[in-house]
């Protein structure tokens, strides 16, 4: 099955949540091991197990286990299999762009069937140009996997670049329209590719503007939750309830009452619950497009 189409069957069965995997520095509860490589992939391990049948995708940021050295690395890897062998799909966000074999590696390294870093997709930066994202587009057609294009990002900054005009339409406008015949060697059989473009949550107008520009690519949407936007912002971009997914991190995987809770089950059920409100905010908001 294609990535797109493990992906759409993902949000119907379980709802549009992303589930992102940030382990932040002096974040990780001493029950799990505290900010270290191994208490940082018990800790994601044990998001992905609480959250099993309660969400259908995970997003572990790369960044937050690289600080860690090798040991991190390693740690991500145990936390992508886990999350694997209870039936999630993985974003890795490693937001990768170079030219050539440097591109071939970070294909290899994430987006084979036989990588390290087992993913289904991964979030890769266009600025330098469609020949840096060709080795992943590649890859993703051999293997059943997806290619997520920053076009307009959630950050305060993101308009220092992303919204400058060139020739009539901002740039992120026109790296989407480029983009448009890598989204059709990426579709499934639903319709829906595989090549999905991140969209912030804090730009619900861009958000309608690139739906309008790419019908068929799916959204990656961050913002919601403690970066301040909200449930109706978030999806703006999708139509007849769907579209893509809507990541949280904080908000699901660090919610009140998680840093002092005494054991694992208690931990856990705070988790799902938090799991559960998204869940139910962003369904509901999707009902009212």
């Not at 959250?51 to 890897?77: C, D, N, T, V």
């Not at 490693?94 to 591109?103: E, L, M, N």
């Not at 290899?108 to 992943?136: I, Q, R, W």
């Not at 991140?198 to 619900?204: E, N």
Request: charged residues 20%.
């Amino acid at each position: 099955m294609m990535f797109a189409d493990r992906l759409v069957q993902a949000v119907e069965k379980h709802g549009p949540l992303c589930v992102g995997i940030d382990p932040h520095a002096g974040r990780i509860p001493d029950l799990f091991g505290g900010d270290t490589p191994e208490g940082i992939a018990n800790w994601g391990i044990a998001i992905a197990q609480a959250a099993a049948g309660h969400a259908g995708i995970l997003k572990p940021q790369a960044g937050l286990f690289e600080r860690h050295g090798w040991e991190g690395m390693r740690a991500l890897a145990k936390v992508c299999d886990a999350a694997k062998e209870v039936g999630f799909i993985v974003l890795m966000d490693a937001k990768r762009g170079d030219i050539g074999s440097t591109a071939e590696g970070y294909a290899s390294a994430y987006l084979k069937t036989d990588a390290p870093f087992a993913c289904d997709a991964l979030t890769v930066n266009p600025y330098m140009g469609l020949d840096t994202l060709e080795p992943h587009v590649r890859t993703a057609e051999d293997s059943g996997k997806g290619v997520i294009v920053l076009a307009r990002t959630s950050n305060p900054g993101s308009a220092d670049y992303q919204a400058r005009n060139l020739e009539g339409a901002p740039l992120y406008a026109r790296v989407v329209e480029s983009l448009a015949p890598m989204m059709e060697r990426l579709k499934g059989s639903s319709g829906w590719s595989g090549l999905m473009l991140v969209t912030g949550a804090t730009g619900p107008d861009e958000a309608r503007k690139l739906r309008a520009l790419a019908p068929q690519a799916l959204f990656l949407v961050p913002g919601y939750g403690a970066q301040g936007a909200g449930a109706q912002d978030a999806v703006a971009g999708f139509v007849n309830g769907h579209g893509g997914c809507v990541n949280a991190s904080r908000s699901v995987t660090f919610p009140q009452g998680t840093e002092t809770a005494g054991n694992q089950a208690e931990w856990g059920n705070l988790i799902r619950e938090a799991i559960r409100s998204a869940q139910h905010d962003l369904k509901s908001a999707i009902s009212k497009l």
